[in-house]
Every structure is written in structure tokens, then in C-alpha cells.
């Protein structure tokens, strides 16, 4: 007997949890429901990983499980492909919104920072691969030639790369938030 799909009223009403949770909305549709309480929809593909489909708020429940049939249909033709998003494509999309307010000086200067000192290590890097582990490889890197103010300018980049990456739901948690706790600052 085929299961029921879940209707948009028993999604509205799903709670978060300490976890993620995840639930079967229809046939290879699933919400995900985040510890703070954002809702994402997820495609499920045959090999069992999950596609992001969009934000609950943003993606109506008809719009959902119609884009889970166009995905289901280009699955079917082996046509489905999932771009990996790298640390490298969201500073350039960081730079892009932002470079138009900086001066030529800031804009030079953030990118030589962030080619010198972030993509050698991180660049390459999927955004959702990357853990505070990882982000503190730069930072070590920078206080052992004790450059605390290239440090600083390295932080912000960092975690405005990663709430970027968060706001475009690339990533469901930022590895960066907790980075300027965890690195030395200059003295003033």
C-alpha cells in the first residue's frame, strides 16, 4: 500500500528538534527541519543522497513536488548534475556583491589576502566540506609570521565567505562563527 504524502499543514507544524530531522513529505520528497527551526526541502536521488531543493518559505508545497517530478524525470535521463560549490566560488561571489562599495586599494588588497593567505588552503575546498579545523590551518598559518592585522582581515573575509555560503543555503551551518574566539588579535 502506498504511503500518504504529508500535507502542508502537518509540515507547518513540525518542530525543531536538538537534531536535524528529516521527513518523507511524498515519493522521494523530504523536509528537513533544522534545530533552529528552518525547513528546507530535499529531493532524494536513487543512490540515496538528497538534492537541496530550496527553503520551505520560499518553495510552496505544489512548487515542491513539482520540482521533485522535473528532478525525478532528469534523473530518469541521467542528466542530474550537482555543481560542488567551493570556498573559490563563494569568495568570488562575496567579491562581486561587495567590491563596489571598497576602494581600488581595498578591493587589490582583499584579493592578495585572500589568494596568498585563504585559497591555497581552502580554496579548492566544497563549502559544506569545510569544518573550523580546517578555517584554523589559515589562521595558525598567519599567527606563526605574526601578522595579527593580515589575521583580522582574513577572519572577516572568512566568515563573510561562509555567512554567504549560509545565506544561499549552500551550507546549513557556519564553520566561522565562532572563529574570532578562537584566534589571537592584535594589540591596539
Known amino acids: 500500500m ?18 536535524l530531522k528529516k ?9 528537513y527541519v533544522y534545530p533552529n527551526g528552518t525547513k528546507k526541502w530535499y529531493f532524494r536521488k536513487k543512490n540515496n543522497s538528497d538534492i537541496l531543493m530550496g527553503s520551505f518559505n520560499r518553495l510552496s508545497y ?24 567551493t570556498v573559490n566560488d563563494m569568495f568570488e561571489k562575496y567579491y562581486q556583491l561587495k567590491s563596489n562599495s571598497w576602494s ?12 596568498y593567505d585563504i585559497q591555497p588552503i581552502l ?11 580546517h578555517i ?3 589562521t595558525e598559518r598567519i599567527e606563526k ?4 592585522h593580515t589575521l583580522e582581515k582574513v577572519v572577516t573575509i572568512i566568515k563573510n565567505i561562509f555567512l554567504k555560503a549560509y545565506q544561499l543555503n549552500h551550507i546549513s551551518h557556519n564553520p566561522a562563527l565562532a572563529l574570532e574566539d578562537l584566534v589571537m588579535k592584535p594589540v591596539r
Open 145 to 148: 609570521r605574526d601578522a595579527l
Open 62 to 85: 505544489y512548487d515542491a513536488f513539482k520540482k521533485r517530478d522535473l528532478l525525478y524525470e532528469l534523473e530518469e535521463k541521467d542528466e542530474i548534475t550537482v555543481k560542488k560549490i
Open 2 to 19: 502506498a504511503k500518504k504524502n504529508m500535507s502542508e499543514r502537518e509540515i507547518m507544524r513540525l518542530k525543531p528538534g536538538t537534531s
Open 23 to 31: 521527513y518523507r513529505v511524498g515519493d522521494r520528497l523530504y523536509i
Open 136 to 138: 584554523l590551518k589559515v
Open 104 to 115: 581600488e586599494h581595498t578591493r587589490l588588497r582583499k584579493r592578495q589576502i585572500y589568494e
Open 123 to 133: 580554496g579548492k575546498m566544497e563549502v559544506k566540506q569545510v569544518k573550523i579545523h
